[in-house]
């Protein structure tokens, strides 16, 4: 031991040898040595990088406001705070390169510490999504939908109110789908009163008929209105207009050009709905022959007004809307993560750390971002999208008959349809 070494050169040469007094000297060294071990510990709990335990290292990490999170190991917490003081000091955190160090810093830790190979370094971001490098998306899109007022459909002169959360106006597109007794549905107008602008179709859509009005963006950036009856085309019977004021028949022109899609303002939206009549468009039953105003609603007993009432109709009509937002003051992280190597061979375990890994990601994300700004962190998968709209045709009569060695089978029980199925074949639906 160094301190007994340095004891037995202090004394006489006459009494340096001797086991006794080596032992003697390795006796009293011992305290020395352990007071030496003491003070490294100190001195290695004062350095980040060379302290030993969690408890040192948390409290290092307080000094820049870096708390030790409940899933962390001493490990993990070394590579968060590194990762974290680098994307603050280096890059000034809320800003992009800020975000995209930490994300590669701590990506490229993770997966070195639990042997994992997840996703491509973040070197750079791409401003849009993609399968085989990092993004970071700023007012990332966020998909929304929306349900007619009431549970039984969307009657004549109902009003319904629609918020658009986005940072601009954005197309409305439109499902509507006739059904009940009261259908077909004639010449319906959905109208933004907000707007002033009305879409109108002019034909009836029959019972059990899904009418699509949808928008597509061309490229010139403008957007193109279509109209499909279940598969067939009807772009061609879609009036818009423009500057329409409810009750003054004047201002229900169609506007010139080809027809445009409703958009929604920032905000909330008032729509209103009815059946215009239209000459040479069947509905004389159903649909008003002047144009209302808003205040004219269908006769409730003890709710509207004597002289703005009209005898109720039925609902004849289910409303889907369909628009896509810019979220404000928002960004997504997204990471290329479709297949994950794993050295161990571990699957739940690695699965696990996939979780973690995002979970540590948007948790880190909110602490970097700016005051009031939404971060979200996407992890992607393999998929493959293809837009398809379901049409099923049922034929009447049904018949269904098995050949077999002694003859053919009868329509077996199918529930009971009054002049389809036979008596004895029937039963209870």
């Known amino acids: ?157 109902d009003t319904f109110k629609v918020t658009n ?34 879409i109108v179709f002019l034909d009836a859509i029959p019972t059990g008929k899904r009418l699509w009005i949808y928008s597509e963006r061309n490229e010139d950036d403008s957007l193109s209105l279509h109209a499909e009856l279940e598969g067939q085309t009807v772009t061609d019977k879609l009036r818009f207009i423009e500057g329409l004021v409810p009750g003054d028949a004047d201002t229900a022109v169609p506007a010139a050009g080809d027809p445009r899609p409703l ?29 209302a105003d808003l205040s004219l609603k269908q006769g409730v007993w003890d709710e509207t007004r004597f002289d703005h009432s009209l005898f109720i109709q039925q609902a004849a009509l289910t409303l889907q809307m369909l628009w896509v937002e810019t979220a404000p003051a928002s960004f997504r992280v997204e990471l290329p993560a479709q297949s994950m190597l794993n050295q161990t061979g571990d699957l739940e375990d690695s699965l696990a750390d996939r979780d973690r890994l995002q979970s540590s990601l948007e948790e880190a994300l909110r602490r970097l971002s700016a005051a009031g700004v939404e971060s979200s962190v996407r992890l992607r998968s393999h998929k493959e999208v293809q837009g398809a709209r379901e049409r099923l045709a049922r034929v009447l009569p049904m018949t269904i008959r098995e050949q077999g060695s002694v003859g053919s089978d009868d329509l077996p029980d199918s529930g009971g349809a009054f002049g389809i199925t036979d008596f004895d074949n029937s039963i209870f639906r």
């Open 263 to 291: 958009m929604l303002e920032r905000g909330t939206n008032e729509f209103w709905f009815m059946p215009l009549a239209h000459y040479d468009v069947p509905g004389l039953d159903r649909a008003l022959l002047a144009l």
């Open 1 to 157: 031991m160094a301190h007994a070494d340095t004891l037995r050169d202090r004394l006489p040469e006459l009494y340096k040898e001797g086991p006794a007094l080596a032992r003697l000297l390795d006796v009293m060294a011992l305290p020395l040595e352990e007071m030496d071990q003491q003070m490294r510990d100190i001195q290695r709990s004062h350095f980040f990088n060379q302290c030993v335990s969690l408890e040192d290292a948390s409290k290092l990490g307080a000094i820049l406001d870096i708390p030790v999170e409940d899933w962390q190991s001493f490990r993990d917490y070394r590579l968060w705070t590194h990762s974290l003081r680098d994307a603050r000091l280096k890059a000034g955190a809320v800003t992009r390169e800020g975000i995209r160090l930490f994300v590669h810093q701590y990506l490229e830790g993770f997966q070195r510490l639990k042997a994992v190979k997840l996703s491509p370094p973040a070197t750079e971001f791409s401003s849009t999504a993609s399968d085989t490098v990092p993004s970071m998306i700023e007012n990332p899109p966020v998909y929304r939908y929306m349900r007619g007022p009431g549970s039984n459909g969307l009657a004549p002169l």
């Open 165 to 198: 959360n986005g940072l601009d106006a954005t197309p409305i597109d439109l499902i509507l789908t006739a059904f009940g007794s009261d259908a077909p549905e004639y010449a319906p107008m959905l109208m933004n009163v907000t707007t002033g602008n009305a």
